[in-house]
């Protein structure tokens, strides 16, 4: 795929040391699926092994995290809370993990399906403001795991922005429980669909 008009790499040609610029490119994408496109306003990068605490890949590979040591351009589905669904587009080289959660985006087509599938939305602007809620406007779940966005065999396809999105900003991801303070969440500046930031607070155990 070419990368957008003023960009010189493309996500999918950066190795998994990389995983943070390959985020950055993936802002203004669109993600399509069943009758629904998205255009991407925020992502957060994982690296994998012990070089990210953060990452599902950090102590090696496991049947759930496989999807994350490669090929790039593959579909890495997991389940929080027992019932949302969250995606992360694996990059780098095979062999070495490296994913980018979708965090949030705007819904430019499909609006009024997507709405019917989100009734709880306050406007547009929040139909996906949200990894759990991207995945539900566009009705992915677990049986997308493993699936290219790149070839069209796959539920969800990936395609890239006329010209590259505008001032990128960056910050600590969200709900981690390690390296919170790693500026590895990107977000388009300004953009009203950008999800709102919650750092990670552990749960208290009741004295009684």
Known sequence: MKPAEGVTESWLDLPAAR??????????????????????????????????????AHRGLTGRNAVMFGP???LYV????GMHFCANVVCGEAGRAAAVLLRAGEVVEGVELARRRRVAARSDRDLAAGPAKLMQVLALDKGANDSSVIDGTGPATLTPPAVAPGT????????VTSAHDV???FWIDGDPTVSVYRRHTPRRRSSG
Not at 19 to 46: H, K, P, Q
Not at 78 to 81: A, G
């Open 19 to 56: 995983v943070d610029e390959a985020a950055r490119l993936l802002l203004g994408w669109r993600l399509t699926a069943n009758g629904v496109s998205v255009r991407l306003s925020e992502v957060e990068a994982y690296s994998g092994l012990g070089e990210d605490p953060a990452s599902h």
């Open 168 to 175: 990128i900003a960056a910050g600590p991801r969200v709900g």
């Open 72 to 74: 790039a351009g593959r």
């Open 78 to 81: 997991y389940q929080i809370y």
């Open 183 to 185: 500026p590895w969440r």
